[in-house]
């Protein structure tokens, strides 16, 4: 088998295997909490109300939201996915280079893989921010 045949199949394999991941973490339609302060505590009849208001499924209105969810989520996660491979790539070059440096690592692979990898209803209505890059080790969650 030639060399330039084996890069062949192995990126092929690799494509396939962030394929596949990818396609599972939106079928799965979970997102990855990277951010604490996102989360608020209100008593039961706030989130009550809350809850009866952005989950009126049989609305048009939700239809389109939902609908609107997955024909974004396919693009952003997909850009999501590349820059947290990529992130996972240079981190891991950068701690080679360092001589084992897991804070130089650590400091490019929790923003490039941290965030949001999923469009959700709350982030079109304005609810919840979407980030794309995740919070740095250093700074404080907002």
């Given at each position: 088998?030639?060399t330039n045949?084996?890069?062949?199949?192995?990126?092929a394999?690799?494509l396939?295997?962030?394929?596949?991941?990818?396609?599972?973490?939106?079928?799965?339609?979970?997102?990855?909490q990277?951010?604490g302060?996102?989360?608020?505590?209100?008593?039961?009849?706030?989130?009550?109300?809350?809850?009866?208001?952005?989950?009126?499924?049989?609305?048009?209105?939700?239809?389109?939201?939902?609908?609107a969810?997955?024909?974004?989520?396919?693009?952003?996660?997909?850009?999501?996915?590349?820059?947290?491979?990529?992130?996972?790539?240079?981190?891991s070059?950068?701690?080679?280079?360092?001589?084992?440096?897991?804070?130089?690592?650590?400091?490019?692979?929790?923003?490039?893989?941290?965030?949001?990898?999923?469009?959700?209803?709350?982030?079109?209505?304005?609810?919840?921010?979407?980030?794309?890059?995740?919070a740095?080790?250093?700074?404080?969650?907002?």
């Amino acid at each position: 088998m030639s060399t330039n045949r084996f890069l062949r199949v192995q990126a092929a394999r690799v494509l396939l295997v962030a394929a596949t991941f990818c396609t599972l973490l939106i079928v799965a339609g979970e997102s990855v909490q990277a951010h604490g302060g996102d989360i608020s505590e209100t008593s039961p009849s706030q989130s009550q109300s809350s809850l009866s208001r952005s989950s009126n499924l049989s609305s048009p209105e939700a239809a389109g939201i939902q609908a609107a969810c997955w024909a974004l989520t396919i693009p952003y996660g997909a850009a999501k996915m590349a820059y947290a491979i990529g992130g996972g790539i240079v981190g891991s070059l950068a701690w080679a280079i360092t001589g084992g440096n897991m804070e130089v690592a650590k400091s490019i692979w929790i923003p490039s893989m941290t965030g949001d990898y999923i469009v959700q209803p709350q982030h079109l209505t304005g609810e919840k921010h979407l980030y794309f890059v995740g919070a740095s080790s250093e700074a404080p969650l907002l």
